[in-house]
T-cell receptor, first 115, second 116 residues
Framework: AQKITQTQPGMFVQEKEAVTLDCTYD???????LFWYKQPSSGEMIFLIY??????QNATEGRYSLNFQKARKSANLVISASQLGDSAMYFC????????????FGSGTQLTVLP | NAGVMQNPRHLVRRRGQEARLRCSPM?????VYWYRQLPEEGLKFMVY????????ESGMPKERFSAEFPKEGPSILRIQQVVRGDSAAYFC??????????????FGPGTRLTVL
């Protein structure tokens, strides 16, 4: 069974600095997708970035980049130039092929950006 | 271009009542997923549906919970005889296609269910 582990319950970063949120995953399937979602205090789930297991390059979306290290089974999210609005819970998730395409989520990391 | 719509946003029920949660996927999306988030936890998969079909309900409790996605209209998650442990945020997500491991699921704002 697949598993996502986020070992940082909470993180603090100074405004305008970069921060890395850790995510490791476990699956025996060679084909999978990795996702990061942001959940602000208002509660909605916002898609941030996607990385496919066969993608050769690390995904980037604006200030978000995914540091994908396949051999280490890690998919860390890097947020550059942090802003106060980045304060939120961040979830790493994985999906597998097949009839069961559900996302498996980690427990999340609460990021607080300090002014 | 409207995103995933869920209603109601907040729902209060007394123990033993029924709760009906509605989800309209993004335009053009035919795959719908329901997830539950208990307080202080991550999201847990419940059920995956396509139009008129339940594809995977492995995460759904066997009793009291049911889901449908009719040919016309929104997807419905129905919880009968609610108990306090059903209090949670219920999220619906939709995706455009269901290719292997590559489809991004976009989430609605969630329905916060409180059982008194």
């Amino acid at each position: 069974a697949q598993k996502i582990t986020q070992t940082q319950p909470g993180m603090f970063v100074q405004e305008k600095e970069a921060v890395t949120l850790d995510c490791t995953y476990d699956t025996s399937d060679p084909s999978y997708g990795l996702f990061w979602y942001k959940q602000p205090s208002s509660g909605e789930m916002i898609f941030l970035i996607y990385q496919g297991s066969y993608d050769q390059q690390n995904a980037t979306e604006g200030r978000y980049s995914l540091n994908f290290q396949k051999a280490r089974k890690s998919a860390n999210l890097v947020i550059s130039a942090s802003q106060l609005g980045d304060s939120a819970m961040y979830f790493c998730a994985m999906s597998l092929p097949g009839s069961a395409r559900q996302l498996t989520f980690g427990s999340g990391t609460q990021l607080t950006v300090l002014p | 271009n409207a995103g995933v719509m869920q209603n109601p946003r907040h729902l209060v029920r007394r123990r033993g009542q029924e709760a009906r949660l509605r989800c309209s996927p993004m335009k053009g999306h035919s795959h719908v997923y329901w997830y539950r988030q208990l307080p202080e936890e991550g999201l847990k998969f419940m059920v995956y549906l396509q139009k008129e079909n339940i594809i995977d309900e492995s995460g759904m409790p066997k009793e009291r919970f049911s889901a449908e996605f009719p040919k016309e209209g929104p997807s419905i998650l129905r919880i009968q005889q609610v108990v306090r442990g059903d209090s949670a945020a219920y999220f619906c997500a939709s995706s455009l296609t269901a290719r292997q491991g590559t489809d991004t699921q976009y989430f609605g704002p969630g329905t916060r269910l409180t059982v008194l």
